[in-house]
């Protein structure tokens, strides 16, 4: 959910963003200019968002499945009154977000055109995954391991907005995941001498969801293929 209104609207009362209002209202047609607030109405400080032009017909992988910023986004921070400004090409449509790992998350997509400047965006506690992977026989942590985030799979058998994984080392097997949007995602864990785990984890904003992922120990099954008449047949697969 994200709500771009009017300032004077969305913000009657604050004054240090009415300060702002004429300022604004004179941007110039190369630039966008914004206001940052939360829930309550309050200015957030030091968020980064990506700038990123949107050509005529143009969808990317970022708008359909949430995936990652693209690496020519321009990146911006709201200051210490919750505002930020970037110079864009006059006349042109553009896509912000808040870029990942943050605190915050701005749910759907928003569009805005050049020289835009009396918009305020309100900005949502984002939610936060945390937990420990353990072994599962003896309980004692599994120090190292791989964990990929990803979406349950549609029908299409495509899991949405996944990542390409991070290995963790940790003495205790701890993990976190911030700036996460309220949906449910697809962990999958993996480590040598292990069996893979993928565990679905719903998240809420605003929440952080704690979980213990135990891991079994792998087995190794080793045998011999023969034909009928006892000789090896070698090259098949299993």
């Known amino acids: 959910v994200f709500i771009a209104e009017p300032v004077a609207r969305q913000i009657a009362g604050l004054e240090v963003f009415h300060q702002y209002v004429g300022i604004l209202d004179q941007a110039p047609d190369d630039v966008l200019a914004f206001g940052l607030v939360d829930i309550q109405g309050n200015p957030v400080v030091g968020v980064r ?64 055109e050049a020289g835009t400047s009396d918009v305020v965006v309100t900005v949502l506690d984002a939610g936060r995954i945390e937990g420990k992977v353990i072994d599962a026989l003896s309980g004692f942590p599994v120090a190292k391991f791989h964990l990929k985030r990803g979406e349950p799979r549609t029908g299409n058998g495509i899991i949405l907005g996944g990542s390409g994984g991070v290995e963790y080392s940790d003495p205790d097997g701890f993990f976190e995941l911030d700036g996460l949007r309220e949906q449910t995602y697809q962990l999958t864990f993996r480590s040598d001498g292990y069996i893979t785990v993928t565990e679905l984890v719903e998240v809420k904003l605003g929440q952080t969801t704690q979980v213990t992922i135990p891991m079994q120990h792998s087995a190794t099954i080793i045998g011999r293929l023969l034909d009928s008449n006892g000789r090896a047949i070698s090259g098949a697969r299993i």
């Open 49 to 112: 968002l990506s700038v990123a032009e949107v050509k005529d017909g143009e969808i990317s992988l970022a708008d359909l499945f949430g995936a990652g910023d693209r690496s020519g986004d321009a990146i911006t921070t709201s200051n210490h009154d919750g505002f930020f400004s970037v110079e864009v090409s006059a006349g042109g449509l553009f896509r912000i977000k808040v870029t990942r790992g943050q605190p915050w998350v701005m749910e759907g997509q928003l569009r805005i």
